[in-house]
DNA sequence: AGCAAGGCATGAAACGTTTCACAAAGGAGT
DNA sequence: ACTCCTTTGTGAAACGTTTCATGCCTTGCT
């Protein structure tokens, strides 16, 4: 089953049959023809590892996002996948679920594989943090994500902008207490769209407005019910009525307690999502939401990648920031009467 | 950055460095200690190419599915990471996006890889197509999809039970005239629900329900807002009052361009799709659904899976089957009155 | 003291490719 | 007939591991 048994059958040395391999025109046409004769003959498929141990790297580009299940993540994968196909490499997803361990032994694992590059969403963003990440074999692209330190390339979208928009929306409906729903912390995407909102509320010339911060333990439907059920709770004076969530899926959860709790969505609570998933506009009240180009993020993310390995030279980082916009539905399509 | 430097360094030869790699215990404290310092001195990172190279095959379990912007498949791939992070493998997932070429492509390149087991949803699953796809180095479990030759393990939830299931319901509620809207055809599962789905209508004692097929080119969003205009332009007498969608995603295409189109759901179409992934519920108008276990049928594959290649006498191939079941929600709640 | 047994370290072979220096053969130009 | 290219094929080295037969050393037993 090796290049040898071939060589053997076609009664060439292994060195033609590896040519035929890999520059068929380097090889006689009759012998050309016999070689892949036996390999049809034999069945043989050439054995990858081996080739990876010659070569010093193998042919796999590899994304290690946050969440499969969120597809904000699988648009950004297919993005990437364009780019690797292109470049005739396979591209290897891998789901962190938003675990630090996960990721570690993901990384681990690629780092191994010597694979091509990675892109990478990163649990933790801290300084710290990502200059233990960027110790490593191959080349990463960060999406969704900055190094302030500039040792990598990223791809991210202004999260910051992003949350000004969706916060200045709100206000501008007449909304004067507002919910920021999302978690945790740790995630850089939701510390930048938080940050926007305040900076919107800040910009407020006006009367005051407040901001009422609900982390959560993740960015799943399951905890925007969660968060739905606490602003339930609030005693209906400080209560908010408008809510901003740091992803569709927070959102979609906040929707469907408001549903269940007979709260209604844009006159009780209006709501503004980021992300703009298909499902967004398919939700029982269609979702409000930020838009970022997700195809795109992760087709220049996967071309600065392959640049990236392909430079013989040094090679200079670049950071690409893409501007979102907001897509107004009826989830926040209610004027506030002023107070 | 080779296991020979490291030996260099810790003055010991390759053979002790690789055991204290692989069998820590076979080796003296003090070299265990001197070669774990020359391991972190250097940033050595093991070389897997090489590894696979002897050992023959890799440490990756892959999943090829149709899809990973489909839910479903999302949580079939989380089920099969859970039991492959148990064996301390990494799954690898790629996404055919039903396309023929592609899954060529990609199985190719996993044979290659010589990974140690593929989790396969075909695109076509054919007899004769099957065949072909199983002359495979790597063992290979089918997902969603059996083989009636059977030279193969096989994970499946009974879609025709499920087909059935969906139209009595619909039935029940005294629909009579009754779309069908999935494909394309040569997908298993869009085949084994319509059976399911004519089944339940031929088990009618009664008066006679028709049903109409309406065939879509994939199962998604987009799809199912298409079908949503087939259905509308149907001559009223004819037109169906209900519609069973081969998944949910093409339902909740139906319900969108219902909604955009003024038809009520479920008094003018009632809707039962496929799946039940989380956003089925958050819709427009809950959507009732056709629930399978998908983690479990993502666990269960990649179990089989680790088996199979384990196995060091002749495997047994084994075909599991299991049962789904009918969520019932909003958009198929209303009684049709006899005509 | 002699011996068996076990613990450890070693060095070389093997895994299946690719690449490269070299050689043989054929053709063209003189 | 000679040289000089060009085309095509060869065989061996190299990639970085793991494994295994070998042998040394220590230890405990008789």
Redo the contacts between chains.
Sequence with gaps: MSIKEVAARAGVSVGTVSNVLNRPHAVSAANRERVQQAIDDL?F??????R??RAGR??FLAAVVLD??N?FF??V??GA?EAA?AAGL??????SHEDVE?ER??LE?L????VTGILLSPVDSSPERLTELL?N?SPVVLVDSQDPGRQTCSVAVDDVHGGRLAVRHLLDAGHRRIAFIGGPNRLQQVRDRLEGARAAVAELEEDAAALTVLETEGLT?EEGRRAGARIAQLPARSRPTAAFCANDLVA?GV??DATARGVRVPQDLALVGYDDI??A??????LTSVRQPRHLLGRTAAELLLAEAGASTAHEHQQVVFQPDLVVRLSSRHRRPRR
Tied chains: 1, 2.
């Design positions: 069945g498929v050439r054995n990858e590892s081996a990876q141990l193998s042919r499969v299940a597809p699988t648009d994968a297919r996948q196909d396979v591209l290897l997803l891998c789901s996960r032994r993901h694992v780092g191994e594989q010597r110790t074999r439907v979609l929707l469907q298909d499902f506009a398919a939700a029982a009240v269609p």
